[in-house]
Protein backbone atom coordinates (compact mmCIF):
# COMPACT_ATOMS: atom_id res chain seq x y z
CA UNK A 1 0.00 0.00 0.00
CA UNK A 2 1.62 3.51 -0.99
CA UNK A 3 2.10 5.55 2.02
CA UNK A 4 1.13 9.18 2.38
CA UNK A 5 3.49 12.46 3.42
CA UNK A 6 3.10 12.42 7.35
CA UNK A 7 2.59 16.59 7.49
CA UNK A 8 -0.44 16.34 8.57
CA UNK A 9 -3.10 19.51 9.34
CA UNK A 10 -3.28 18.44 12.75
CA UNK A 11 -4.70 19.89 16.32
CA UNK A 12 -2.83 22.40 18.13
CA UNK A 13 -0.46 20.13 20.64
CA UNK A 14 -0.14 23.11 23.21
CA UNK A 15 -3.08 22.38 25.94
CA UNK A 16 -6.60 24.30 25.44
CA UNK A 17 -7.52 27.10 27.56
CA UNK A 18 -9.57 25.61 30.84
CA UNK A 19 -12.54 27.46 31.87
CA UNK A 20 -12.66 24.71 34.63
CA UNK A 21 -10.72 22.60 36.79
CA UNK A 22 -10.06 18.81 36.67
CA UNK A 23 -8.89 18.63 33.26
CA UNK A 24 -5.96 17.20 32.16
CA UNK A 25 -2.62 18.81 33.08
CA UNK A 26 -0.99 20.33 30.50
CA UNK A 27 2.05 17.90 30.07
CA UNK A 28 -0.50 15.26 29.78
CA UNK A 29 -2.79 16.63 26.94
CA UNK A 30 -0.04 17.27 25.18
CA UNK A 31 1.48 13.74 25.90
CA UNK A 32 -1.69 12.13 24.83
CA UNK A 33 -2.69 14.11 22.14
CA UNK A 34 1.17 13.12 20.55
CA UNK A 35 0.28 9.31 21.12
CA UNK A 36 -3.03 10.14 19.45
CA UNK A 37 -2.06 11.72 16.51
CA UNK A 38 1.18 9.96 15.84
CA UNK A 39 -1.23 6.49 16.37
CA UNK A 40 -3.82 7.68 13.65
CA UNK A 41 -3.68 4.66 11.47
CA UNK A 42 -3.58 2.09 14.72
CA UNK A 43 -6.19 0.89 17.47
CA UNK A 44 -6.47 3.67 20.08
CA UNK A 45 -7.50 1.85 22.87
CA UNK A 46 -8.36 4.58 25.46
CA UNK A 47 -7.32 2.11 28.30
CA UNK A 48 -3.69 2.97 27.05
CA UNK A 49 -3.68 6.53 26.36
CA UNK A 50 -4.71 6.07 30.38
CA UNK A 51 -2.23 4.29 31.31
CA UNK A 52 0.10 6.29 29.67
CA UNK A 53 -1.15 9.43 31.88
CA UNK A 54 -0.84 7.01 34.96
CA UNK A 55 -4.92 7.96 35.38
CA UNK A 56 -7.76 5.11 35.50
CA UNK A 57 -9.71 4.71 32.30
CA UNK A 58 -12.43 6.76 33.72
CA UNK A 59 -10.83 9.87 35.30
CA UNK A 60 -9.05 9.64 32.12
CA UNK A 61 -12.16 10.12 29.93
CA UNK A 62 -13.29 12.48 32.38
CA UNK A 63 -10.50 14.34 32.52
CA UNK A 64 -9.54 14.83 28.67
CA UNK A 65 -13.26 15.93 28.13
CA UNK A 66 -12.76 18.57 30.63
CA UNK A 67 -9.78 19.76 28.89
CA UNK A 68 -10.75 19.51 24.93
CA UNK A 69 -14.64 19.63 25.13
CA UNK A 70 -15.01 15.97 23.48
CA UNK A 71 -14.53 13.00 24.65
CA UNK A 72 -10.91 10.94 23.54
CA UNK A 73 -13.20 8.90 20.97
CA UNK A 74 -14.85 12.46 19.49
CA UNK A 75 -11.19 13.89 19.55
CA UNK A 76 -9.97 10.68 17.75
CA UNK A 77 -12.50 11.05 15.23
CA UNK A 78 -12.33 14.58 14.15
CA UNK A 79 -8.57 14.11 13.98
CA UNK A 80 -9.31 11.02 11.57
CA UNK A 81 -11.66 12.82 9.46
CA UNK A 82 -8.76 15.66 9.52
CA UNK A 83 -6.35 13.36 8.10
CA UNK A 84 -8.47 11.81 5.45
CA UNK A 85 -9.75 15.23 4.07
CA UNK A 86 -6.09 15.99 3.81
CA UNK A 87 -5.35 13.05 2.25
CA UNK A 88 -8.12 13.28 -0.50
CA UNK A 89 -7.08 16.86 -1.34
CA UNK A 90 -3.49 16.19 -1.50
CA UNK A 91 -2.84 12.66 -2.96
CA UNK A 92 -4.41 9.82 -5.25
CA UNK A 93 -4.93 7.03 -2.68
CA UNK A 94 -7.60 5.38 -3.06
CA UNK A 95 -10.96 5.97 -0.41
CA UNK A 96 -10.12 2.10 0.82
CA UNK A 97 -6.23 3.18 0.97
CA UNK A 98 -7.55 6.56 3.07
CA UNK A 99 -9.66 4.91 5.61
CA UNK A 100 -6.97 2.18 6.29
CA UNK A 101 -4.24 5.22 6.44
CA UNK A 102 -6.76 7.35 9.00
CA UNK A 103 -7.34 3.81 11.24
CA UNK A 104 -11.28 3.13 10.22
CA UNK A 105 -11.66 -0.79 10.56
CA UNK A 106 -12.48 -0.40 6.13
CA UNK A 107 -14.18 1.94 3.68
CA UNK A 108 -17.61 1.17 4.94
CA UNK A 109 -17.22 2.47 8.14
CA UNK A 110 -14.64 5.57 7.12
CA UNK A 111 -17.85 6.53 4.59
CA UNK A 112 -20.16 6.59 7.29
CA UNK A 113 -18.64 8.49 9.83
CA UNK A 114 -16.94 11.21 7.33
CA UNK A 115 -20.69 11.52 5.63
CA UNK A 116 -22.30 12.22 9.35
CA UNK A 117 -19.61 14.22 10.40
CA UNK A 118 -19.51 16.43 6.75
CA UNK A 119 -22.69 16.62 5.80
CA UNK A 120 -21.56 14.11 2.27
CA UNK A 121 -19.39 11.60 1.19
CA UNK A 122 -15.78 11.59 1.14
CA UNK A 123 -15.97 11.09 -3.44
CA UNK A 124 -18.46 13.54 -3.36
CA UNK A 125 -16.03 16.10 -0.94
CA UNK A 126 -13.34 14.58 -3.14
CA UNK A 127 -15.32 15.75 -6.35
CA UNK A 128 -16.01 18.52 -4.98
CA UNK A 129 -12.90 19.57 -3.60
CA UNK A 130 -11.22 18.52 -7.10
CA UNK A 131 -13.44 20.63 -9.01
CA UNK A 132 -12.74 23.90 -6.70
CA UNK A 133 -8.91 23.03 -7.12
CA UNK A 134 -9.04 22.88 -10.70
CA UNK A 135 -11.64 24.82 -12.17
CA UNK A 136 -10.74 27.24 -15.26
CA UNK A 137 -9.77 30.59 -14.00
CA UNK A 138 -7.95 29.47 -10.74
Request: proline share 4%; hydrophobic share 35%.
Amino acid sequence: MAHASHTTVRAPLKPTRKTSTGGLSPWRESLVKKMILDGLSDTLEIAELAKACALSRSHFSRAFKCSTGQSPQAWIRGQRIARAKQLIRETELTLTQISLECGFCDQAHFCHIFTHSEGISPFAWRCRVSATHFSPGN
